[in-house]
């Protein structure tokens, strides 16, 4: 098999919501210049696909989903989408982005599979878990937590019907190292990148829940998340996360996975136009960009 590869970008909060804070600038505001330098950038990577791990918009305009419809069907790489809790938060967002971004979801849902070449890929959509601790697809109309500021009481879980789905899949799949991307992560944010004031997104509820069913999986499982806004990467038994950052908030990266039959490396990019990341930086708030072990690095598969 001659080496191939794959690019993953996360939470591009595509929109014209005014521009926020996290734990660096979040530049709503120009997240389409963005995310027009990093489609100019990624051509050059010659990608078989790009994997966009949720958080795609930060809107409630019909208008500016055509908008995005329009810069996703000039792409010439294929695009493999990932709800993330912005596309999840109600039914009309979610209906919305499923008609508008058609081509991103092959099978019309949030929760689909495909394999390509010697990998096979799960991508999974998390649910709710409201206040009543009940379990649903949009966040609860109740909780009216600005999501841009903070996730104070938002919880997010991999609902019975998508545990089943991911445990029949790694059983129909046993010969293939499986990716599986979930916009939330199972591993909480190491130490090694925390800093004062430091924002964090949370883990998924059932994080243990679902890392049983992968541990348990003969091949490597790595799973690709977003929703930190950072770059982290963690190791535990056969299982390899690796959380990228956001689009749309410093150091405004993307990773390339370049696949061999016993290997792949993973390297961190950022855009040509380093203007983006100096804008969204607050000083002292450089550790999301994470360390050597989080950015560059090779998984034996
Ligand atoms: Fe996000």
């Known amino acids: 098999m001659k080496k191939w590869s794959f690019v993953q970008c996360s939470d591009l909060h595509l929109g014209n919501n005014p521009d926020g804070v996290w734990n660096n600038r979040v530049l ?39 908008k995005i419809k329009d810069v996703f069907n000039s792409l010439k790489i294929p695009l493999y989408l990932l709800g993330g809790n912005h596309d999840l938060s109600t039914h009309q967002i979610r209906e919305r982005e499923l008609k508008c971004f058609s081509t991103g979801f092959p099978d019309g849902k949030f929760t689909y599979a495909f394999t390509h070449k010697n990998l096979r890929f799960c991508m999974i ?3 709710w878990v409201w206040r009543d601790s009940t379990i649903h697809a949009i966040r609860d109309p109740d909780h009216n937590v600005n999501m841009k500021e903070s996730h104070t009481g938002l919880r997010w879980v991999l609902s019975k019907e998508h545990l089943l789905w991911l445990e029949n899949e790694l059983k129909e799949h046993q010969n293939y190292p499986i990716v599986v991307s979930i916009h939330t992560p199972l ?19 059932n994080a243990k829940e679902v890392l049983e069913l992968l541990y348990n ?26 959380t990228t950052s956001a689009l749309c908030e410093y ?17 961190t990019f950022g855009l ?3 203007s983006f990341a100096q804008q969204s930086l607050i000083p002292g708030n450089e550790k999301v960009r994470g ?9 034996k598969i």
């Open 28 to 66: 709503t505001s120009i997240s389409f210049d963005i995310f027009q330098c990093f489609i100019k950038d990624v051509v050059s990577y010659s990608p078989d696909f790009i994997i966009v791990t949720g958080d795609i918009c930060s809107c409630d305009d019909d208008m500016v989903s055509e």
């Open 125 to 127: 959509e998390v649910s």
């Open 187 to 205: 591993f909480p944010i190491p130490n090694r990148i925390m800093f004062e004031g430091c924002l964090d997104g949370g883990v998924l509820v």
């Open 217 to 242: 999986h003969p091949q490597i499982c790595i799973v690709l998340s977003g929703h930190m806004h950072m770059n982290y990467t963690v190791r535990e038994q056969n299982v390899v996360q690796i």
């Open 251 to 267: 150091p405004i990266e993307f990773r390339r996975f370049i696949v061999d039959e016993d290997k792949i490396e993973v390297c």
């Open 272 to 274: 040509s136009n380093p």
């Open 291 to 299: 360390f050597l072990e989080d950015r560059d690095f090779v998984i």
